[in-house]
């Protein structure tokens, strides 16, 4: 005989009976699902993606000027050394330009990593030739290899490569985090001559991303979930 649990209502004035092993599952499913929104990040061993962290970027009159997110590498600097220190993967993107007078081409000094992001011992850096981090590298079947399936993603710029590698890493199906203040862009032109701030073309590349692609969050949100 299954054992029975007697619930009263004050509200009814009334007796219910209820099996205890319905109340044991409910109990355990709760638990659960506690037990899930409690996960730290650390457990699903996202990687960090630091996209295009490049000194090539440091001539801002050259990518279109007025850069917003001036501490973007300071924040990416922190993220790289939690990382580290939880010994979580790390990929190192850059690009490679096939054109010779950009900044980021590999004969130029702007190609090399800025200090805050250069990678040490052990840390894969992929190369890449267009602006995602997937085309033409072997990203995927590393990520694939190591069972990889989250996805942190930080660098410059927010609407190049940094969006383009988002997108086709929400394609591919990995579970993205994308960190806003971790990320930075220029001023563009638009098609009728008009000037678009920075700050306006890094929010509105964000919304595009978020939720549909990736869940964009702060540094400071991420290394409380982490």
Not at 62 to 91: C, H, M, T, Y
């Amino acid at each position: 005989m299954p054992c029975l649990l007697l619930l009263k209502s004050c509200c009814l004035k009334t007796t219910i009976v209820c099996p205890f092993s319905v109340i044991s599952s409910t109990l355990a499913l709760y638990s659960n699902n506690q037990k899930e929104i409690q996960m730290k990040l650390r457990e699903k061993n996202p990687a960090l993606l630091l996209i295009d962290v490049q000194k090539g970027f440091n001539d801002e009159a050259f990518w279109g000027g007025n850069r917003n997110n001036k501490d973007a590498e300071a924040k990416i600097a922190q993220i790289l050394e939690k990382w580290r220190s939880l010994q979580l993967p790390i990929f190192h993107v850059v690009h490679s330009s096939v054109h010779p007078n950009s900044k980021l081409h590999a004969s130029n000094p702007g190609f090399e990593i800025k200090d805050e992001a250069k990678p040490i011992d052990g840390e894969p850096v992929i190369v890449k030739n267009v602006n995602s981090a997937f085309i033409g590298t072997d990203l995927k079947e590393r990520l694939d290899n190591q069972k990889i399936t989250s996805l942190v993603i930080v660098g410059l710029t927010t609407n190049h490569c940094v969006s383009t590698t988002t997108r086709m890493a929400g394609n591919y199906g990995y579970d993205n985090l994308l960190i806003a203040d971790a990320t930075a862009t220029f001023d563009r032109i638009g098609i009728n001559g008009e000037k678009f701030d920075s700050e306006l073309i890094h929010q509105t590349s964000l919304a595009s991303l978020n939720n549909e692609f990736a869940k964009v969050i702060t540094t400071d949100k991420l290394l409380d979930l982490v």
